[in-house]
């Protein structure tokens, strides 16, 4: 595997590796891998021969309150699992290798419409902006055939597909499944902020998701009355829900005439902020 901290070395490594005739997959994360970020690069390997990891902490898309500062990075153990993988290249980036006209940036890419108004975009204003402007420079400078993005980011990952439809941008992007600890708590690197009550406590929005789930395939189309009593359950427990909602595959409103529907989530149990999503067919 080759290290690469400048665009100028990836454009040199990933020359050669298209003069070879090699597509190229990118797996974009913020490093502090786990075995999601695995499993990202393992489906990243099924796609194309040549596999980008690029470990970068944005900080475009922190708010204020949010936790760039404190969120870990593992670069070295990071490498070492990449490498562990089999990827061909990590690029690692500086923060003024991604932005060389300065910090923050004074172009950006402009959200807008509900993907951006509600959920996470109503309790993180600019998050998506920050999002999808490192993306579209990430993918801008890898130019791979496919990008892959964990699908427990659901709305992420909607931001992601749309901006590259909005620009026509020549790549597809797949999602890879959510992974799950045993007791149904979805792999994040923030789950390590969690202390040990916290961490015993965090599956239950995971339980309370498929209790609305099951209601849904039981017929039911009240949304609201679904998620009511399960968002007072979380409470209850010391939980402080942001949201938890029951929405369309796009992230609109529901009809009850439809087959999926998503259930997402978001609360801060301690001093750490949880998201989660549950898709749900009902044929």
């Known amino acids: 595997m080759q290290i690469v901290h400048s665009t100028a070395e990836l454009d040199c490594v990933l020359a050669a590796r298209r003069n070879a005739g090699e597509s190229t997959a990118l797996v974009p994360t913020m490093g502090n891998l786990h075995a ?8 990243a390997q099924q796609l194309a021969p ?3 990891v690029s470990v970068f902490v944005n900080p475009l898309q922190f708010g204020p309150h949010d936790d760039f500062d404190r969120y870990p990075r593992t670069l070295d153990a990071d490498a070492k699992l990449i490498a562990a993988e089999g990827a061909a290249v990590l690029f690692a980036p500086s923060i003024s290798d991604m932005y060389p006209g300065g910090y923050p940036p004074a172009t950006s890419v402009q959200i807008d419409g509900p993907l951006n108004a ?16 490192v993306v579209n420079i990430l993918l801008n400078r890898v130019q791979p055939a496919v990008a892959i993005f964990g699908q427990k980011d659901y709305q ?11 620009l026509g941008m020549p790549v597809r992007i797949e999602a890879g499944a959510t992974l799950r600890d045993i007791d149904g708590l979805a792999l994040s690197s923030r789950n390590q902020y969690l202390q040990a009550q916290e961490r015993a ?34 409470q ?36 750490t902020r949880l998201i989660d999503n549950l898709i749900v067919d009902c044929e």
């Open 36 to 43: 999601g970020h695995v499993s990202l690069i393992r489906r």
């Open 50 to 52: 040549c596999v980008v």
């Open 118 to 133: 509600v959920l996470e975009g109503e309790f993180r204003p600019g998050h998506f902006a920050g999002v999808a402007t």
């Open 156 to 166: 992420q990952l909607a931001v992601i597909r749309r901006m590259v439809a909005d």
């Open 201 to 234: 406590l965090a599956p239950r929005i995971y339980i309370e998701m498929q209790k609305i789930a099951a209601g849904l395939r039981a017929g039911s189309r009240d949304f609201e009355t679904l998620c009511a009593e399960p968002r007072s359950q979380l």
């Open 236 to 271: 209850a427990l010391g939980f402080r829900p942001q949201y938890l909602e029951v929405r369309a595959a796009d992230l609109s409103v529901p009809a009850a005439s439809l087959k999926q529907f998503v259930i997402l989530a978001a609360a801060h149990l301690g001093s």
